[in-house]
């Protein structure tokens, strides 16, 4: 038995449930909708509440014109580079038009349906962390409709009481409690293809990146102090001094800009003969709208498929990176390229006469070594001042020329350049190296996090004998590229929030046939090492014990504290059942309580059973709250019964 409350109409409740599927799956998809029609979407969205509130509703014949207008309109913007995103534009508007009409049954199993549809399409485009969220919270949402829909086709009218609704729409959490898990194990086990078979509907929207396919002087965005993650690497601490990521090689010089001219792809096997630290690790590179594979300086191996491989040790994909894709790389940590000889006329270009640098050059490197010349030109930028900004950049005509007579100061792409054309004049063979310097290292996911703004380029000067040797003249330290400002409690739950992010992209995003191959081949492995197999037997069946366990567990808490949990009236009752049971009667379940009490034979017991039978029905029919303090006389009341 329990309290009086207030009613619902179950169809209220359906409905509220409905929007707030369809809400999700606008969610998922906002970032790739188009502006006009996310702006669609929400006014027919919050239009319809307010209409549905009224009463209002719009004829279905309106409606279904106008779904064929933007259905035309759709096919009209569909290609084979666009597929998904108009198909996600028109399921927003006819998801929006669906609430405007008078709805039944099925139009709220039809909007639940499109918004599956919605949520799907979702994946097609990003799998980013935040779609878990999405899922998880669709999947709990979805069930309960799919529950309430049931009643409301049988009887839309129908009125429940709050409670009951409450604990009917609880006990639909079991459909994610089995869903949920299995979905996880599904995701494990279930047959991969070598190739994703969706991956050209993926044209999710690129971000921009720090990092540049070309340099040009002066030209400095908002990028370089962006904190966005431009990849991570699973690596374990290594030097900072050593922290430079070989991205791309700058050879020809405009006298304003870098560009990459002369880079040739290059056999696999045809590796330089490097001395130093070999380093294995892998990348997970961030969508961006360049080609370039980032590796520690010096790679000598990429391990991926559709990967170029140039003469100038960098290496490309041969299509942007349109998701967060993952590479195995070997380096060897060293500030020296061996290569027996280059063409000279490349990397010794000018742009023209500079007459102001070069007369600088001759007073530097005059009667000096070339090896002493390049020493000469880095001490050059110490012993005059020059100091690193990103701030009121030289953009003149003759932008290097301002920077080392004028200004001193300016980014790394000012240093590099002036360094590499100095030595240029000096007869020095130079280069430019594009990429990234230092990251931030998680303690927790043991890798680290290259952001944008660590976009860096540095000089490679070219030593007869020696081969490519690294100097970078930029003042600003390697650790300043590593250690962001004020390491603090904000910083500590910023990579603490990446080494999930970093995760997902591990276990998620990663999870590929070869990964579920290798998972297989591991598990066989295992299972024949006979050493082993008398402790895996007994963690495996704790493993089966706790499977089987957990779930049902987990059904039995929910059931008991959430499906069937009882009001106070409800536990009073019982109270008073379970007493007069212990003194020897038994309510029949078609008995009210007072037929109940007058079956009772003793005198004494009658008379206290009949004042807790009164003063319960005082409140019970008479809509009253039973208070902590009734609840406790009423109990005191039971307790008195002989």
Same mark, same amino acid.
């Given at each position: 038995?329990?309290?009086?409350?207030?009613?619902?109409?179950?169809?209220? #409740?359906?409905?509220?449930?409905?929007?707030?599927?369809?809400?999700?799956?606008?969610?998922?998809?906002?970032?790739?909708?188009?502006?006009?029609?996310?702006?669609?979407?929400?006014?027919?969205?919050?239009?319809?509440?307010?209409?549905?509130?009224?009463?209002?509703?719009?004829?279905?014949?309106?409606?279904?014109?106008?779904? %064929?207008?933007?259905?035309?309109?759709?096919?009209?913007?569909?290609?084979?580079?666009?597929?998904?995103? +108009?198909?996600?534009?028109?399921?927003?508007?006819?998801?929006?038009?669906?609430?405007?009409?008078?709805?039944?049954?099925?139009?709220?199993?039809?909007?639940?349906?499109?918004?599956?549809?919605?949520?799907?399409?979702?994946?097609?485009?990003?799998?980013?962390?935040?779609?878990?969220?999405?899922?998880?919270?669709?999947?709990?949402?979805?069930?309960?409709?799919?529950?309430?829909?049931?009643?409301?086709?049988?009887?839309?009218?129908?009125?429940?009481?709050?409670?009951?609704?409450?604990?009917?729409?609880?006990?639909?959490?079991?459909?994610?409690?089995?869903?949920?898990?299995? #979905?996880?194990?599904?995701?494990?086990?279930?047959?991969?293809?070598?190739? +994703?078979?969706?991956?050209?509907?993926?044209?999710?929207?690129?971000?921009?990146?720090?990092?540049?396919?070309?340099?040009?002087?002066?030209?400095?965005?908002?990028?370089?102090?962006?904190?966005?993650? #431009?990849?991570?690497?699973?690596?374990?601490?290594?030097?900072?001094?050593?922290? =430079?990521?070989?991205?791309?090689?700058?050879?020809?010089?405009?006298?304003?800009?870098?560009?990459?001219? !002369?880079?040739?792809?290059?056999?696999?096997?045809?590796?330089?003969?490097?001395?130093?630290?070999?380093?294995?690790?892998?990348?997970?590179?961030? +969508?961006?709208?360049?080609?370039?594979?980032?590796?520690?300086?010096?790679?000598?191996? $990429?391990?991926?498929?559709?990967?170029?491989?140039?003469?100038?040790?960098? =290496?490309?994909?041969?299509?942007?990176?349109?998701?967060?894709?993952?590479?195995?790389?070997?380096?060897?940590?060293?500030?020296?390229?061996?290569?027996? #000889?280059?063409?000279?006329?490349?990397?010794?270009?000018? +742009?023209?006469?500079?007459?102001?640098?070069?007369?600088?050059?001759?007073? $530097?490197?005059?009667?000096?070594?070339?090896?002493?010349?390049?020493?000469?030109?880095?001490?050059?930028?110490?012993?005059?001042?020059?100091?690193?900004?990103?701030?009121?950049?030289?953009?003149?005509?003759?932008?290097?020329?301002?920077?080392?007579?004028?200004?001193?100061?300016?980014?790394?792409?000012?240093?590099?350049?002036?360094?590499?054309?100095?030595?240029?004049?000096?007869?020095?063979?130079?280069?430019?190296?594009?990429?990234?310097?230092?990251?931030?290292?998680?303690?927790?996911?043991?890798?680290?996090?290259?952001?944008?703004?660590?976009?860096?380029?540095?000089?490679?000067?070219?030593?007869?004998?020696?081969?490519?040797?690294?100097?970078?003249?930029?003042?600003?330290?390697?650790?300043? =590229?590593?250690?962001?400002?004020?390491?603090?409690?904000?910083?500590?739950?910023?990579?603490?929030?990446?080494?999930?992010?970093?995760?997902?992209?591990?276990?998620?995003?990663?999870?590929?046939?070869?990964?579920?191959?290798?998972?297989?081949?591991?598990?066989?492995?295992?299972?024949?090492?006979?050493? %082993?197999?008398?402790?895996?037997?007994?963690?495996?069946?704790?493993?089966?014990?706790?499977?089987?366990?957990?779930?049902?567990?987990?059904?039995?808490?929910?059931?008991?504290?959430?499906?069937?949990?009882?009001?106070?009236?409800?536990?009073?009752?019982?109270?008073?059942?379970?007493?007069?049971?212990?003194?020897?009667?038994?309510?029949?379940?078609?008995?009210?309580?007072?037929?109940?009490?007058?079956?009772? !034979?003793?005198?004494?017991?009658?008379?206290?059973?009949?004042?807790?039978?009164?003063?319960?029905?005082?409140?019970? =029919?008479?809509?009253?709250?039973?208070?902590?303090?009734?609840?406790?006389?009423?109990?005191?009341?039971?307790?008195?019964?002989?």
């Amino acid at each position: 038995m329990a309290k009086m409350s207030r009613s619902i109409k179950v169809e209220t #409740a359906l409905k509220n449930l409905v929007y707030a599927t369809a809400f999700i799956g606008f969610l998922s998809t906002m970032e790739h909708a188009g502006i006009l029609y996310t702006a669609g979407f929400l006014t027919l969205f919050f239009g319809s509440i307010y209409l549905d509130h009224r009463h209002i509703f719009i004829p279905r014949w309106i409606l279904n014109i106008t779904v %064929l207008m933007f259905l035309a309109i759709t096919f009209i913007r569909i290609n084979p580079e666009n597929i998904i995103v +108009p198909a996600i534009d028109v399921l927003l508007l006819l998801i929006g038009m669906k609430f405007l009409e008078d709805k039944k049954a099925r139009d709220y199993m039809q909007i639940s349906i499109l918004s599956v549809f919605l949520l799907a399409g979702s994946t097609l485009l990003s799998l980013d962390m935040i779609f878990l969220v999405y899922f998880v919270s669709f999947v709990i949402v979805l069930s309960a409709v799919i529950i309430l829909i049931s009643y409301v086709s049988e009887d839309s009218t129908l009125t429940l009481r709050v409670d009951i609704l409450s604990r009917i729409i609880a006990g639909s959490l079991t459909i994610p409690v089995i869903v949920l898990p299995l #979905a996880a194990v599904l995701f494990i086990i279930l047959p991969r293809t070598s190739y +994703p078979m969706f991956d050209f509907f993926n044209r999710a929207s690129l971000s921009a990146s720090g990092f540049s396919d070309n340099v040009r002087l002066g030209d400095v965005s908002q990028i370089q102090l962006d904190e966005a993650i #431009a990849f991570r690497a699973n690596i374990g601490r290594i030097p900072e001094h050593l922290m =430079y990521w070989r991205g791309i090689v700058f050879d020809h010089f405009d006298g304003k800009a870098w560009q990459s001219k !002369e880079s040739i792809l290059a056999d696999e096997n045809d590796l330089p003969a490097l001395a130093g630290q070999r380093l294995r690790y892998t990348i997970y590179l961030e +969508p961006s709208v360049h080609t370039t594979l980032f590796t520690l300086d010096k790679p000598v191996f $990429i391990a991926g498929k559709s990967i170029n491989r140039y003469d100038t040790l960098t =290496y490309s994909t041969r299509n942007a990176v349109m998701k967060t894709i993952r590479y195995d790389a070997i380096s060897v940590l060293s500030g020296i390229l061996p290569e027996p #000889a280059i063409n000279r006329d490349v990397y010794l270009q000018l +742009p023209g006469s500079l007459p102001k640098i070069e007369e600088a050059v001759k007073t $530097i490197t005059r009667g000096i070594h070339p090896a002493e010349s390049i020493r000469a030109i880095a001490s050059y930028f110490e012993d005059n001042n020059f100091t690193y900004s990103l701030k009121n950049l030289p953009v003149t005509e003759t932008p290097l020329q301002d920077f080392l007579f004028i200004h001193r100061y300016g980014n790394c792409e000012f240093f590099a350049s002036a360094m590499a054309v100095m030595m240029r004049i000096a007869g020095i063979p130079a280069r430019l190296v594009g990429g990234y310097l230092g990251g931030y290292y998680s303690d927790l996911g043991k890798y680290y996090a290259v952001p944008q703004k660590n976009a860096h380029v540095w000089v490679e000067a070219y030593v007869d004998g020696v081969g490519w040797e690294r100097h970078d003249p930029t003042p600003a330290s390697p650790e300043a =590229y590593s250690s962001p400002d004020g390491r603090g409690i904000f910083f500590t739950a910023r990579m603490a929030f990446d080494s999930i992010r970093y995760y997902w992209n591990v276990f998620v995003i990663s999870y590929d046939l070869q990964k579920q191959f290798s998972l297989l081949t591991r598990l066989k492995w295992t299972f024949n090492d006979s050493s %082993l197999r008398l402790s895996l037997e007994k963690k495996a069946i704790a493993y089966i014990v706790i499977l089987l366990i957990t779930p049902a567990l987990l059904y039995l808490t929910l059931r008991r504290f959430v499906f069937q949990r009882k009001t106070k009236e409800e536990r009073l009752i019982r109270h008073f059942l379970n007493r007069m049971h212990h003194l020897g009667y038994e309510k029949k379940p078609s008995e009210g309580l007072e037929e109940f009490l007058g079956r009772i !034979e003793s005198g004494s017991t009658r008379a206290e059973a009949g004042t807790f039978i009164r003063e319960f029905q005082k409140r019970y =029919y008479h809509d009253r709250t039973v208070t902590a303090h009734d609840a406790a006389m009423l109990r005191e009341m039971i307790r008195l019964i002989r």
